[in-house]
């Protein structure tokens, strides 16, 4: 035998177990209805293992046998599909006057979506008090519905580090809290994760998991809030950079002489094309849902003035995704939150300025496209965190293992 210090090291045997019950967990994701002898096959598992693994994951209620049988040369099998019935993956979207929650099972079939206003400002510990209650309400009703909480992930829009610990979330006016910590106490050690993390990048990994180019391996996601940020998908892992704070799009200089930004530079993205330069001013969180509407109503109209804004604000915004296009070469950049319901008069001057200004033939292959997910997409991403942790391999214990 030969053995070396710095050489790889045996693996566990309870690591490589589950190791192997995520890689049959995730094959029956993609494609269900499948058989035991598919798994094998393309997973490079033999079929004793293939059965022992699933076995497991039938106790642990994750996959369930249909009954079907596959219709090909052969024996027929008994088919498997993704279970999951009594697990609940959690998400939550704090924003500058809601919160957003949605709740999915383990297959990702929405179970609840709710949305509340919400007043953050005063302090942090009664922002986390009132979303502590919120939480414990979704918490109550799938306790209600006996499903298991996998998890729970916060999306926060500001920066994040790796650790979770909320930085500085300017439009909360929270900074170095530990937002996942306090939640813990107020859901009273809760026996599931608590994770925070970047709105950005939630939204991404909606849209890698849900959205309508899920499975997309690298694709950027935009955030059209207050602030704009960049979630981003890289060889189909999401890329939080060294300390977490990638994607901050929004204060890259697009002119040097142009607007002061709210983060007091000038000529940021966010101050040339977030939605304070549609709206031409700083508006109050809780009227900029309203006057959205206005601003759509107006294009609509072909008010002159509202066009000429929308179409300054689209090549800005451009020029913006033309940098993440030549330094990242996405397949796809998604416009969310309030850049959806603007997307048809914003979208023409983004594809001028990609057109002009990325190096790479047709654009090196990038679509931009307005999110299909809706106002909640970050909180729908939390519950995607949580699913890919189980996909990754942390699995709910055996429920009911029959001896
Ligand atoms: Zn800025």
Not at 195 to 208: F, I
Not at 362 to 376: C, F, I, N, P, W
Request: glycine content about 14%.
């Amino acid at each position: 035998m030969i053995t070396s210090t710095t050489g790889p090291q045996p693996a566990d045997f309870a690591d490589v177990r589950a190791t192997n019950l995520a890689v049959v967990l995730r094959f029956v994701r993609e494609h269900a209805p499948c058989s035991r002898a598919d798994i094998a096959a393309s997973t490079g598992l033999n079929k004793a293992t293939v059965s022992s693994l699933v076995a497991d994951l039938i106790d642990r209620r994750l996959v369930r046998e249909t009954g079907l049988t596959e219709n090909r040369v052969g024996r027929p099998a008994t088919m498997l599909v993704l279970d999951g019935s009594p697990y609940a993956a959690i998400g939550v979207e704090i924003n500058v006057d809601t919160v957003s929650a949605v709740a999915t099972d383990l297959a990702g079939e929405r179970l609840l979506t709710w949305r509340r206003s919400f007043s953050g400002g005063e302090s942090v510990n009664q922002g986390m008090a009132a979303v502590g209650a919120i939480i414990r309400r979704v918490v109550n009703r799938m306790a209600k519905e006996e499903r298991q909480v996998l998890g729970l992930a916060v999306a926060v829009p500001g920066l994040i580090d790796v650790q979770g610990t909320v930085r500085i979330a300017p439009n909360l006016g929270w900074h170095d809290a530990d937002i996942g910590g306090d939640l813990a106490k107020a859901l009273r050690d809760p026996g599931f994760p608590v994770q925070v993390d970047n709105d950005a990048n939630l939204g991404a990994l909606a849209e890698q998991r849900f959205g309508a180019h899920a499975g997309a391996s690298d694709l950027v996601y935009l955030t059209g809030e207050l602030g704009v940020g960049a979630g981003i998908i890289l060889d189909g892992r999401l890329r939080r950079g060294g300390r977490g704070y990638s994607g901050e799009i929004g204060h890259v200089q697009l002119d040097p002489e142009g607007p002061v930004c709210r983060c007091g530079r000038r000529g940021c993205l966010e101050a040339m094309a977030g939605i304070g330069a549609v709206l031409r001013r700083d508006p109050s969180p809780a009227e900029i849902q309203i006057e959205i509407e206005e601003v759509v109503r107006l294009a609509r109209a072909g008010d002159t003035g509202t066009l000429g804004t929308l179409g300054e604000v689209g090549r800005s915004l451009g020029r913006g995704v033309s940098i993440l296009a030549n330094l990242l070469n996405p397949e796809v950049v998604i416009l969310g939150g309030y850049y959806v319901p603007l997307a048809p008069w914003l979208l023409p001057g983004v594809h001028e300025e990609v057109g002009s200004r990325v190096i790479a033939a047709e654009a090196g292959g990038l679509q931009v496209v307005a999110s299909t997910l809706g106002y909640d997409a970050a909180a729908l991403g939390g519950a995607a965190r949580v699913l890919d942790s189980v996909d990754s391999g942390r699995l709910p214990g055996g429920l009911s293992r029959i001896p």
